[in-house]
């Protein structure tokens, strides 16, 4: 199961910024097209304050900070250099994790959307839009906040996809902020199954992908979860992705790169699940050979002869 996806993480917020300008992001494009990755998508176009390209509503309506420089144009001017799709991701207000509530995230991204796709919408890089509010259970607003802006999103658009990322409410499922590596109070298999596909019913025809992430069950567990995953994405004709996590939940340092054995486990069980393809949390910071942190450099290596194996 080779990873041809990565999130960019530009607002960064749980994760260090490393002040990369173009010359750096020209570089790690050229590293992720090396081991075959084909799709960019930017994690989120804001959170809260802070802005990766300069959205006139949102500084206008919500008080955020235009950026220095116009990161969403830069990455859309890489990824047609280097032949990959580009995926948009929405504006997070922050308002949905201090209330539990994703409605709140309609109305400002009805904004967002149209006049991202007016600012952008020629580039032949942009290829699709990621849904950005992130849940795990039946969320407050959940199913209508995915189909409202999944339909806004294919409709300016002229239909291109759209995708979600949810995680996994297991044992692994805590804070970033709290010191706790796990929970004692983790979904059962059965409630997963019948929340997601209560979901799935509520969102078919407007969201087009899922890509769980991988990181929030213990390793033993991801067969049994990916499996009802796939079912669940093949019932209601979604195409099912693995967002496989580049970095440790395991290590009481939020957050590291991931020990590379971890990561293969993560990838075979997606492909014995049968997954449609494989995204990353991502590449930038914790499997670049460029990266703040030098073990992900090293994590790039062991990836490299992973997929060796595959060619030889």
């Not at 769980?212 to 213990?218: L, V, Y």
Request: charged residues 25%.
């Amino acid at each position: 199961m080779r990873i041809t996806g990565t999130f960019i993480d530009e607002i960064s917020h749980d994760i260090p910024h490393q002040n990369w300008g173009w010359k750096e992001w020209e570089q790690d494009f050229l590293h992720m097209k090396s081991v075959g990755i084909d799709t960019v998508i930017l994690i989120r176009s804001g959170y809260r304050t802070f802005l990766s390209y300069p959205s006139a509503y949102l500084c206008n309506n919500h008080r955020c900070y235009v950026p220095s420089v116009d990161l969403v144009e830069m990455f859309l001017e890489l990824s047609l250099r280097f032949d990959m799709k580009f995926y948009f991701g929405l504006y997070d207000s922050g308002r949905y994790w201090d209330t539990g509530d994703l409605s709140h995230e309609i109305e400002v991204n009805r904004y967002v959307i149209d006049e991202v796709w007016s600012k952008y919408g020629h580039y032949k890089s942009f290829a699709g839009w990621y849904l950005s509010l992130e849940i795990s259970r039946r969320t407050i607003g959940a199913i209508e906040a995915f189909r409202s802006l999944g339909l806004q999103c294919k409709s300016v658009s002229n239909g291109l996809p759209t995708f979600i990322s949810p995680w996994i409410d297991g044992k692994k499922a805590v804070l970033a902020s709290s010191s706790n590596l796990s929970k004692t109070e983790a979904v059962s298999l059965a409630s997963h199954e019948q929340e997601w596909n209560e979901i799935f019913d509520g969102i078919k025809g407007a969201v087009d992908a899922v890509a769980f992430q991988d990181g929030h069950i213990d390793y033993h567990e991801l067969d049994a979860f990916f499996d009802v995953n796939k079912t669940l994405a093949d019932k209601h004709g979604l195409s099912c992705w693995t967002n496989a996590e580049t970095f440790d939940r395991d290590m009481p340092i939020k957050f590291l790169p991931i020990k590379f054995e971890k990561l293969r486990l993560k990838l075979e069980a997606a492909r014995r699940a049968g997954y449609d393809k494989a995204i990353t949390f991502e590449f930038s910071h914790f499997m670049s050979p460029q990266s703040a942190y030098l073990q992900a450099g090293h994590l790039f290596n062991r990836y490299q002869e992973y997929l060796n194996t595959f060619t030889t």
